[in-house]
């Protein structure tokens, strides 16, 4: 009796159709790897993709990641018609660029370019780890290194934010040369008296972290990040030891002297704003710019010539 009284009646269970699940935005609702708790994606977005309920971190899209730092209005974009090629005929390779250039939005895993945070005029590049794994190629290297060179032509700050598997295998040795022409790049610019804060995120491998992403007068990281070269098991392999359970993270690296701080998402603009400020730019900048004394040249945006 009591069944029939509180049992599942089958026949009243509503079952949603095809034309009902269809009605449901995709991309609605998202989950927290790390605590499993589902979101609305845009309270979560409101909250600068950081888990309410456990603070992971999520993965950022190059363009939230710039409208969060950068002052309104103030961010002007550098090399967009830059595009990989495929010099080594990899076969499909066009075709997955293509792809991610449809899915993301963005035509490489790098955007460049230079706004005002806080009022502070800078340089950026921030990579994408939605695009192609934020994997670096010919175009990847290109763009970083361009962005450097007119950091020290127009004597600004640089600020880069890392996300990537490492060199692009598509590209075979052309990809392992934007290791050598970043770091060239970044001598240069520190040699000029430039100043380079690196934040690495979640992850930063292979031969990024062991170029640019490590060669920063400032080395921050997000919490958690995934930071390292090769993979755990092949080092686990190699050496026949087990690793720390939180080796390759962000606090492991900052508890063995190998970046600065951990900073959280929620203080970036805060952090990098007093960094800047600190090392007082703008007044540095103007001197430079002033003194024809000055072993560096640089360039004037207005006409074009060295000074």
């Known amino acids: 009796m009591l069944k029939k009284i509180f049992g599942r009646n089958q026949n009243n269970v ?7 699940k269809k009605d449901v935005p995709h991309g609605l609702m998202t989950k927290c790897p790390n605590c499993q708790h589902i979101y609305y994606r845009k309270e979560i977005e409101k909250n600068l993709l950081v888990c309410p309920n456990c603070e992971h971190h999520h993965q950022m899209h190059a363009w939230a990641r710039i409208w969060s730092l950068f002052d309104e209005d103030t961010f002007v974009e550098w090399d967009k018609q830059l595009l990989s090629t495929n010099p080594l005929h990899f076969p499909a390779y066009l075709e997955k660029i293509e792809n991610d250039q449809k899915r993301t939005g963005l035509n490489e895993a790098v955007v460049t370019g230079k706004g005002l945070i806080d009022g ?3 340089a950026f590049a921030v990579m994408d780890a939605s695009f192609r794994m934020g994997s670096m190629g010919s175009v990847v290297g290109e763009k970083i290194t361009r962005a450097i060179e007119q950091a020290r032509k127009e004597a600004m700050p640089f600020i880069i934010f890392t996300a990537s598997g490492g060199a692009r295998m598509q590209e075979g040795v052309l990809s392992l040369m934007q290791m050598s022409k970043t770091s060239i790049a970044i001598e240069r610019f520190s040699s000029a008296g430039g100043l380079m804060i690196s934040v690495m995120t ?3 491998t292979g031969g990024v972290t062991a170029s640019f ?3 920063g007068d400032y080395n921050f990281a997000e919490p958690h990040a995934l930071i390292g070269f090769a993979g755990r098991r092949i080092i686990e392999q190699t050496t026949r030891e087990k690793l720390p359970d939180d080796f390759q993270t962000a606090e492991f690296l900052l508890k063995h002297g190998q970046i600065d701080q951990i900073i959280h998402r929620h203080k970036m603009k805060d ?3 007093t960094v800047l400020k600190m090392h007082n730019y703008n007044q540095v900048a103007d001197e430079q710019a002033a003194s024809s004394h000055s072993d560096t040249a640089f360039v004037s945006i207005e006409g074009g010539q060295s000074v």
């Open 14 to 20: 509503t079952i949603p159709d095809k034309e009902a």
């Open 120 to 122: 502070n005029p800078t």
């Open 271 to 273: 952090t990098l704003s």
């Open 202 to 204: 979640y992850p930063t």
């Open 213 to 215: 992403a490590s060669l």
